[in-house]
């Protein structure tokens, strides 16, 4: 390929760290990776003036359900897959070696890239502007996670991830720029990404699976290997099966009495709202997951599974917003939304919840026994800790309450937004509860606290 580059287009959902690409030549575009809320990439194409004729998939997605299916029947475009994933669709089947010939100036090879999947895909854009979309694969400074697929599998996996990275370099010129899909604060990855771009050649300088010889590459990559989110484990079934639009039509509007009912039935109502605005006042029984985090991460590692949904947001906006974050996970049960403030969705006397930092807690253990609960993930805690803290990770709160002690509970994370949260879930059980809004890593070893160091 020569002449005029590719324009290359990054769609970032970064609630689940993760990106898509469109690209495209100024007629006609493929894309890879897409996520379920499609529309996005629509108006990418529309505003750009071009036609979708081909989408790419890397893996049968763990962290969220494809749009690709939905895409491709959208726009007709086609749609492909590895031939070797079992699906019950139908799709361009491709393997290694093959050509995706889009068009005369978008080329694309397939390249078998098995690590974070056995039947992973790399798709490399070859020629004067290269590229290689990575998906799971060679991520920026790291590599995507090799054991989704169980512990069975992680070692083998991670065996494979090395050999990967190590053929994508050694095929690949050094310019070539990696367009990976994970890595951005998604729990796919190894570890978290090093930057924001990269290519072929500043990977073989940054890249352990590039700079340790496998053996090393594997006992590195399966130490630090930490909890990943549950509701994973329903995606991949999910994409193997073709997965359907995503329905953003705002849910029906409850009033005061349908809430009640709601939150007396067990179902989830959620507030969307900051840890701030909630701990100043919300209605006793509801969920704290506020839009300003990785919402639909913990909502889904949390929520048992086909749970209805309440959404309680400040405006039509951000409900909308949350749905669509919702959606993205394949959790389509949103039974109904309020709007406005708590005194807008009870008549009931609001809850609110105490604030405090880590010198607080320092003061407060002078005086009298409290119980501290680390919500953070066990690699957080092995890390450094308060000494005599209970480790239980927020993705496994709700299941594990009857391990919380009881008496006065101070919980906290790493910053603040997961302690909001298990407060809140402590709250619904009317505990006793003080959330810490506070930084773990710059105030807890200087609060007075002792610290258990690894």
Known sequence: MTGTAPTVLSIQTTSLGDRSYLVHDGSVAFVVDPQRDTDRVTELA????????????????????????????????????????????DRVGVRDGDRVEVSDTLRVRVIHTPGHTFTHLSYALEGEHPYVFTGGSLLFGSTGRPDLL???????????????????????????????????????????????????????????????????????????LDLYPAYYAHMMP???DGPAPADLGLPGRADKEVLRTRLAAGEWLVDLRTRTAFAQGFVRGTYNIGLDGQFSTWLGWMIPWGTPVTLLGETEEQVAEAQRELARIGIDEVAAQA?????????????????????????????????????????????????????????????????VPSGEVWVHCASGYR???????????????????DSFDEHARTSGLPIVEP
């Open 46 to 89: 529309r505003r750009a003036g071009v036609r979708i004729t081909h989408v790419l998939e890397t893996h049968l997605h763990n962290d969220y359900v494809t749009g690709g299916y939905a895409l491709a029947q959208e726009t007709g475009a086609e749609y492909v897959v590895n031939a070797d994933d079992d699906v019950s669709f």
């Open 150 to 224: 169980g512990q069975d599998h992680a070692e083998t996996l991670a065996r494979h991830q090395h050999a990967s990275a190590h053929r994508l370099t050694e095929e690949l010129p050094d310019r070539t720029r990696i367009m990976p899909t994970h890595g951005f604060g998604s729990f796919c990855s190894a570890t978290q990404t090093q930057g924001d771009a990269s290519t072929i050649g500043q990977e073989k300088q940054q890249n352990p699976a590039l700079l340790k010889d496998v053996d090393a590459y594997v006992e590195e990559i399966l130490d630090g």
């Open 419 to 437: 302690s909001s949260i298990a407060a809140s879930v402590l709250a619904r059980e009317e505990r006793r509860v003080v959330a810490v809004d």
């Open 339 to 403: 709007t406005g403030g708590p005194q807008d969705w009870t008549d009931d006397p609001l809850s609110t919840l105490e604030r405090a930092t880590f010198a607080d807690l320092a003061q407060v253990r002078h005086h009298r026994r409290v119980e501290v609960l680390d919500v953070r993930n066990p690699k957080e805690y092995a890390s450094g800790h308060v000494d005599g803290a209970l480790n239980i990770p927020l993705g496994q709160l709700p299941g594990r309450l009857g391990e």
């Open 238 to 240: 999910l994409n193997a």
